[in-house]
């Protein structure tokens, strides 16, 4: 029946597109490895462990967790600091509107819808600056939101 045929058609564009977002990547620095996508009431921000208080949590030897707040306009925690030679998963979420969360220059980049938490590994490689940026439109102040990523 046509219900079917259309969920193997749906099915098949989402391989295809977890393929380009694999292949796609170019590494500057950074590399991302993996993005997906959680659900969150976005007006009980305060509530919830992960971002009542947006921070860079050490988890393993080598590997962070960034819970990172994504408002009109700016990114909280401001900078995130990590390591060098580490896997850093970023959680990103929006308390109001829909914002972008990139780390200039990579190909790490994801879209912050409120409701959801947009998940995002990278491996970070040499230390250094990097700034992230919203690249989606998300009001009067959308081109001055930005933030800072710092590689130690
Ligand atoms: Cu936030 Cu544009």
């Given at each position: 029946?046509?219900?079917?045929?259309?969920?193997?058609l749906?099915?098949?564009?989402?391989?295809?597109?977890?393929?380009?977002?694999?292949?796609?990547?170019?590494?500057?620095?950074?590399?991302?490895?993996?993005?997906?996508?959680?659900?969150?009431?976005?007006?009980?921000?305060?509530?919830?462990?992960?971002?009542?208080?947006?921070?860079?949590?050490q988890?393993?030897?080598?590997e962070?967790e960034?819970?990172v707040?994504?408002?009109?306009?700016?990114?909280?925690?401001?900078?995130?600091?990590?390591?060098?030679?580490?896997?850093?998963?970023?959680?990103?979420?929006?308390?109001d509107?829909?914002?972008?969360?990139?780390?200039?220059?990579?190909?790490?980049?994801?879209?912050?819808?409120p409701?959801?938490v947009?998940?995002?590994?990278?491996?970070?490689?040499?230390?250094?600056?990097h700034?992230?940026?919203?690249?989606?439109?998300?009001g009067?102040?959308?081109?001055?939101?930005?933030?800072?990523?710092?590689?130690?």
């Amino acid at each position: 029946n046509y219900e079917k045929i259309w969920l193997v058609l749906a099915m098949i564009m989402i391989v295809g597109f977890l393929t380009t977002v694999t292949y796609g990547a170019t590494a500057v620095g950074i590399e991302m490895i993996s993005d997906e996508e959680d659900t969150i009431d976005p007006g009980a921000l305060d509530e919830d462990p992960r971002f009542a208080e947006p921070r860079v949590e050490q988890v393993g030897e080598n590997e962070y967790e960034a819970y990172v707040v994504a408002q009109q306009y700016i990114f909280s925690p401001d900078p995130i600091e990590v390591p060098a030679n580490s896997t850093v998963t970023f959680y990103v979420t929006s308390p109001d509107v829909i914002h972008g969360f990139q780390v200039a220059g990579t190909n790490a980049n994801t879209m912050v819808i409120p409701g959801e938490v947009a998940k995002l590994t990278v491996e970070t490689e040499e230390p250094g600056e990097h700034g992230i940026v919203c690249n989606e439109y998300c009001g009067s102040g959308h081109h001055v939101m930005e933030g800072k990523l710092i590689i130690h």
